[in-house]
């Protein structure tokens, strides 16, 4: 018997499963590559498991883990999320299941009475929970704007100044596509590019963002909010470099044949980017969630910096060790509060104060805090 199954063990997988283990917590962890359960089982002294193709085998665990804890990159995210629930396993997920219907992930959980905790990261994730928050504390909202970004410590001599310390495909994947955000209570799709600027974040300076499509779950839950958007950071000058790569097509997903092989322009930037950008691990990721509610807004602010003690990001903190924080709530029998089947989402923490409560404690026990700033509007 296990606690926990970790399925993919790749940066944010790592720092789940550590925190897990540190915890007390019994691991086991399962990939596809050899040399990812070889690290689990060295530096982490955890059992693994050799996935050779597919999901087929996730129901071998029934009856033998208590929760499998998804970090799974987000091609096969929505695919690994609901072959765990049709299994019958309870699910935590820190991908965020890139644009896939939640709801079907909430349909199957409840058929086979496990519960789904859904968007487990930071964004989204923390910035869900954060918004909860702030919608139960000023009793719901006109307007919610909410800015995430991980970046190096110091971008100077980096290309595109910034780092990647997550999968570099979902990094670029965030410029090709469009996002949604709420204008009139209606979802509306925008270019990323189109809908940015710059902010001033408190204690860290300014820094660029452009809409990203984090909103997620929030597009379900809060219906009466008639504004909604959530943005990316950036050092300034990033986006003038980005958007000259997508201006060349080297972020386009439409097929080219070079010397009669088939490739993705992105799938080959991809490449290049993370070889010249994952070098440097020293990162920080900052989080800005602001709502108003007529004069009255409330803002909470969270900066996390690279971890030179425990060797982890930032982005694998606020994502990794969220993900793991969620899943040991839900261990704990903390998140029935909220429901026992069907799907969680991190909102739902927010608006329950004792578990948002419980969910400060938690990050707080890791060294993650939160400022909370209240102030009227002229």
């Known amino acids: 018997m296990y606690d926990v199954l970790l399925i993919g063990f790749g940066r944010m997988g790592y720092a789940t499963a550590l925190d897990l283990v540190d915890s007390g917590y019994k ?7 050899k040399e990812a359960l070889d690290l689990a089982e060295k530096e ?6 050799h996935i050779k193709n597919g999901f087929n085998w ?3 665990f029934k009856g033998k883990v208590e929760v499998a804890a998804s970090s799974l990159s987000w091609p096969i995210a929505f695919q ?11 699910l935590t997920d820190v991908t965020s299941l890139s ?3 939640p709801t079907i992930i909430d349909e199957i959980a409840k058929k086979n009475k496990v519960y789904a905790v859904l968007y487990a990261g930071v964004a989204p994730g923390m910035i869900q929970i954060l918004s909860g928050a702030i919608y139960r504390e000023l009793g719901g909202l006109d307007k919610l704007e909410i800015y995430c970004g991980g970046m190096p410590m110091n971008p100077e001599g980096k290309p595109l100044r910034t780092n990647i310390t997550w999968s570099p495909i979902g990094f670029l994947g965030m410029y090709s596509r469009k996002s949604r955000k709420v204008v009139d209570g209606k979802i509306v799709y925008v270019d990323p590019l189109e809908d940015s600027g710059t902010i001033e974040i ?5 820094y660029e963002y452009f809409l990203s499509d984090g909103l997620r779950s929030l597009l379900i839950t809060f219906k009466d909010v008639p504004y909604m958007a959530e943005y990316s950071l950036r050092w300034k000058g990033h986006l003038e470099q980005i958007k000259l790569l997508r201006d060349l097509g080297l972020i386009s997903k ?23 950008l994952s070098k440097d691990p020293k990162d920080k990721v900052l989080t800005l969630v602001r709502g108003t509610k007529g004069n009255k807004q409330i803002t909470y602010v969270n900066a996390t910096y690279y971890d030179e003690k425990r060797k982890l990001t930032a982005m694998q903190q606020t994502t990794g060790l969220t993900h793991s924080r969620l899943t040991m709530m839900a261990l704990e029998g903390k998140l029935k509060q909220i429901r026992e089947i069907g799907a969680i989402y991190p909102e739902e923490i927010g608006l329950n104060p004792k578990l948002f409560n419980e969910y400060l404690n938690k990050m707080k026990e890791i060294g993650i805090t939160f400022t909370k700033i209240e102030s009227t509007l002229d």
């Open 27 to 33: 691991v086991i962890v399962a990939d596809v590559r």
């Open 44 to 49: 982490l002294g955890v059992d693994t498991y």
């Open 58 to 60: 996730v129901g071998n």
């Open 80 to 90: 690994g999320a609901k072959a765990v629930v049709e299994a019958g396993l309870n």
């Open 99 to 101: 644009g896939q219907d």
């Open 202 to 206: 408190p204690g860290e300076g300014e």
């Open 254 to 276: 439409q097929p080219i044949q070079i010397r009669g092989v088939e490739i993705a322009p992105i799938e080959l930037t991809a490449k290049v980017v993370e070889s010249k």
